[in-house]
């Protein structure tokens, strides 16, 4: 049984930065792609970021481009997802999730791809 936590999220201004991280365990971790989602009120699941299985591939959402990176360390079984230049836009619930097949590269994008989801973190940003 995979396990994935989240920590981080917060009320932050806009034009603040978050660091949002996700723990994992049950599973070999470094084996596997991981990603960040997120949902807001009346809205679907969409994509942020994602990082392969070693972090040299990623891929991130037009709408978090060149203002989020995301990292992770294999020895701490731990993803991150640095946020910066945060928008009222991006106030959403977040989540990490970890790849079904181990190895992927490059990353993918949909949700469906993913079987293990962390419970979430609340982030607002206000204006």
């Known amino acids: 049984q995979v396990q994935l936590v989240e920590s981080g999220g917060g009320l932050v201004q806009a034009g603040g930065s978050l660091r949002l991280s996700c723990a994992a365990s049950?599973?070999?971790?470094?084996?596997?792609?991981m990603g960040w989602f997120r949902q807001a009120p009346g809205k679907e699941r969409e994509f942020v970021a994602a990082?392969?299985?070693?972090?040299?591939?990623?891929s991130y959402a037009d709408s978090v481009k060149g203002r989020s990176t995301i990292s992770r360390d294999n020895a701490k079984n731990t993803v991150y997802l640095q946020m910066n230049r945060l928008k009222p836009s991006d106030t959403a619930v977040y989540y990490c999730?970890?790849?079904?097949?181990?190895?992927?590269?490059?990353?993918?994008?949909?949700?469906?791809?993913?079987?293990?989801w962390g419970q979430g973190t609340q982030v607002t940003v206000s204006s």
């Open positions: 990082a392969s299985w070693r972090g040299g591939s990623t």
């Open positions: 999730a970890a790849d079904k097949v181990p190895y992927r590269n490059p990353v993918v994008s949909t949700p469906s791809s993913y079987d293990y």
């Open positions: 049950g599973r070999t971790f470094s084996s596997y792609a």
